[in-house]
């Protein structure tokens, strides 16, 4: 067996000093530990990094986000001076696409204040250098936003947020922790009630898993208390669904499926975003929800994918028409990821979204109600 890696060592060393970690300590040690993180300290995009995201995939996915968001602007007061934000920039390839999307909208970029929240320095220097047209400034986190109307996206930031995770019991609910002999390992706490769960009870039964994520949780709260303040809009996207049901800890590493536990800080760490505890933790805001494939395709991709097409040819049309499939066919990104929208209560929704919102979390129960 391998020795362990630096971080590896050091979490041992951790464990055994102070006991078991939660997933979502292990989770926020491996992606941002300052030395040993994974996004501090390697490229993670694209073909010679781990994953690959939507807006990677081709310019259409942020330049049909940012006319969403500038439609919202013009319909809502075209506020004068506004933050225009993203969390989890990444190499800054959405915003670019947003900023040169959005160049045509008169007044917009003479009001956008645009500002990044990145914890990590090595990406905030390639998101420098993508954006340097531009005035940007950084933040650490998101409640360090301004206090000005809000136009906002996150797209695959909230699957990087630590997550802890729960099997219920006959008895309670059982927490996955990281455990540590000569190795890292799984263990689960003995069962006790945990109160935060409670309004899972009746849509689970014992041996199911649920995963929490308050941090997730506490962002969106701080996004809605903010446009409900000042107005605007904020738009998630991510993989995952209407409630956290199963276990969705997963690592990727060289675009394939790997050990979460194995070398800790050289693979990426996600779970499934909870767009239901998202909605819950939205109030005051309204919201809608939709999956990214009918989201895109409201917003016209297929008109903008055909316009690109025209300037193509051979291979390039062949990656363009590929690129358009994958980030809207319900095989491929299309159903998986979804996308959810938060404005103010009386605000009309943005384009491509529905007119309704989502039915209640209840009317989504599989089970009946059970309790222990
Ligand atoms: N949105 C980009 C990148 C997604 S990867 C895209 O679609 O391509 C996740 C991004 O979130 C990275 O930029 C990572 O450094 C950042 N990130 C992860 N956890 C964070 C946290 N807790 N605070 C701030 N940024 C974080």
Known sequence: MPPPNPLEALLIRRIRATGPLTLADYMAECLLHPEHGYYTTRPPFGLEGDFITAPEISQMFGELLGLCLAQYWLDHGRPEAFTLAELGPGRGTLMADVLRATRGVPGFHAAARVTLVEASPRLRDQQRSLLCAHPVSWLDTPDQLPEAP??????????????RQFTRDARGWRETVVTATDRLAYARTPPAPVAALDYRL??????EIVETCAAAAAITQGLAARIARQGGLALILDYGGWHARGDTFQALRHHAFADPLQNPGEADLTAHVDFAALAEAASPCHIRYTTQGALLANLGIAARAATLAQRLDGPALESHHAATRRLTDPAEMGTLFKALALFAPGAAPPAGFPTEPPPSAHSQDRHAPIRP
């Not at 809000?150 to 997550?163: H, K, M, R, S, V």
Request: hydrophobic share 50%.
């Open 150 to 163: 809000l136009y906002l996206i996150a797209n695959e930031f909230f699957d990087a947020l630590p997550i």
């Open 202 to 207: 009746h849509d689970t039964i014992p041996g």
